[in-house]
């Protein structure tokens, strides 16, 4: 496990997996890599009420592609595709009861399936480079919140 | 009964069917209302700084009521870019709005940073008030003269109490009706207006109706002058910090910068049209681009509807900066120039830092619940 300090929180980030910029990870499952939310993204959303996605799966996705949308206790946000590739599947348990994603982050609670070329693949991060990202954007991640309470 | 008050109302850019009824019963309505000259201009914002509307409006030193399309804010700096300047008349259709945003943004300011100075802040502007009144916000234009009938009363109500009567008159001997009505709609011409200025007796402070100063106007002064489409940035100085960001940004010569080295929009024409990136750079949220499609762009109060924080940025929405670029580049390359992308102009926001102690996090999150949602 890899850890980073938010305030007083003690985020954790399984060295297995790899990891997107927009926070989540990225585990390889056969030919598919699942995604999910990641400890970092977990805290700022805190309990999750609702998860909706735009379309059905299979799909074609462009990289940042806007994908759905997510509504928890304290914050709301739209959902985009970390790579390109092909969506393969939602977790559909998560449709009707979206809790998975705080009780079991790196578990039940993941979020979907893609298939992705190698080439697209390479966007992902090491832990340790999630990590050093992490500590780049701590400060605006601050400042997004913070601004938006004024 | 009030002063003359003038009321212009501006077209809208459409020739939706729909909107032309509502405003020409406005003007119907206008024009029978007592007190009220009215006038028709076409959309405020396509109007030229040299041209018939813009010297009409200038010619209007009293107190007016403005009609648009636009928004609010939008309108009214639009106005203020015509050279058209006046406190601002609050209007109760959006009042309610107007005092939640208000609120919040008080709030904030003063909790935890020193209040920054805005270019408004050094303007003096005339007493006389200016009200812009949004079309879209009723159907039916009898519902707009309700809002107007409260105008006339309000502006009744503060010449009494800024001119001093009720000062002098004991609160037992109030005046009569009738000297109220004098003092408030004088009848000679050396009276002294609200703000101290000689102000002539009717009409004289508003549009000049062609059948002249002494029987309340009957005609609508409708200005057609030709007006083309336009589109370019309106500064909103009250909130502007003239940091130069959208200077440094702008590739095509649109802003400039005065003789007291304030920003200004300059060449309004060089402005690309469709173009909003500007306004997504803006660390104020500024500039206004009153005829783009969404509403924070085009001067709409801030969204009130959710008070839940926003993360798509954090989760991967393309930021305000980024799209801006894109946006600036899909124009260089329409112009026939070469893209620039992220390379020039592009805001140093993210280097002041505002260092937090780490441990606000939680602080911030909870600080949500104080809301009261």
């Not at chain 1, 985020?11 to 598919?32: I, L, Q, V």
């Not at chain 2, 408030?184 to 002249?212: I, K, V």
């Not at chain 2, 280097?351 to 780490?358: G, L, M, P, Y």
Request: hydrophobic share 40%; net charge negative; aromatic share 8%.
């Amino acid at each position: 496990m890899l850890h980073f300090m938010m305030g007083e929180f003690e985020a954790e980030f399984p060295t297995d997996c790899r990891y997107a910029k927009n926070h989540m990870w990225a585990s390889e499952s056969g030919e598919r890599i699942r995604f999910g939310f990641t400890a970092y993204a977990v805290r700022l959303l805190q309990d999750v009420y609702f998860l909706d996605w735009n379309f059905d799966a299979p799909a074609t996705v462009s990289s940042r592609q806007l994908l759905g949308s997510i509504e928890s206790k304290k914050a709301e946000s739209d959902l985009f595709a970390p790579l390109a590739g092909e969506l393969s599947e939602f977790n559909a348990t998560l449709l009707n009861d979206p809790s998975a994603i705080n009780v079991d982050k790196y578990g039940e609670g993941w979020l979907f399936e893609m298939a992705a070329e190698v080439d697209a693949q390479s966007e992902l991060m090491t832990p340790s480079e999630y990590v050093s990202h992490l500590a780049d954007v701590w400060e605006v991640t601050q400042r997004t919140i913070k601004g938006q309470l004024n | 009964m009030a002063r003359r008050i003038s009321a212009v109302v501006s077209q809208g850019q459409s020739h939706n069917p729909r909107k032309r009824e509502l405003e020409e019963e406005l003007v119907t309505l206008l024009m029978m209302e007592p007190g009220i000259d009215a006038a028709v201009i076409p959309n405020l914002y396509d109007v030229k700084p040299d041209g018939t509307s813009a010297l009409a409006l200038q010619g209007v030193s009293g107190d007016v009521i403005v009609f648009s399309w636009l928004y609010e804010r939008a309108a009214r700096w639009t106005l203020d870019r015509l050279d058209v300047r006046g406190a601002e008349g609050v209007s109760t259709i959006n009042a309610e709005l107007d005092e939640d945003e208000e609120g919040d943004s008080e709030a904030g300011d003063s909790a935890d940073e020193e209040k920054k100075s805005r270019v408004a802040d050094d303007r003096p502007v005339p007493k006389r008030r200016i009200y812009c009144l949004e079309l879209s916000a009723f159907e039916s234009a009898a519902e707009f003269m309700v809002e107007v009938r409260r105008i006339q009363k309000e502006l009744t109500t503060s010449v009494v109490s800024l001119g001093g009567l009720d000062d002098w008159v004991s609160p037992t001997a109030k005046p009569s009706p009738e000297s109220l009505e004098r003092f408030a709609n004088p009848t000679n011409d050396t009276a002294l207006g609200s703000n101290g200025t000689l102000q002539h007796a009717e009409g004289s402070n508003g549009f000049h109706a062609s059948n002249g100063a002494a029987e309340p106007a009957v005609d609508v002064i409708r200005i057609d002058e030709s007006a083309d489409r336009r589109w370019y940035p309106v500064i909103d100085f009250g909130r502007c910090t003239n940091c130069m960001e959208c200077i440094d940004f702008c590739l095509f010569g649109v802003y400039g910068i005065d003789g007291a080295e304030t920003i200004l929009v300059e060449q309004p024409d060089n402005c690309r049209k469709g173009c909003p990136a500007c306004s997504r750079v803006c660390p104020e949220n500024a500039i206004i681009f009153p005829q783009h499609k969404s509403p924070a762009i085009a001067g709409a109060p801030a969204e009130v509807g959710t008070l839940k924080i926003d993360l798509s940025r954090l989760f991967g929405a393309p930021d305000a900066v980024e799209q801006a670029a894109r946006e600036r580049d899909e124009q260089l390359v329409l112009a026939g120039r070469e893209t620039v992308g992220l390379t020039v102009g592009i805001p140093k926001r993210q280097e002041e830092n505002a260092t937090e102690s780490k441990d606000e996090l939680d602080d911030l999150i909870d600080g949500l619940d104080e809301l009261d949602i």
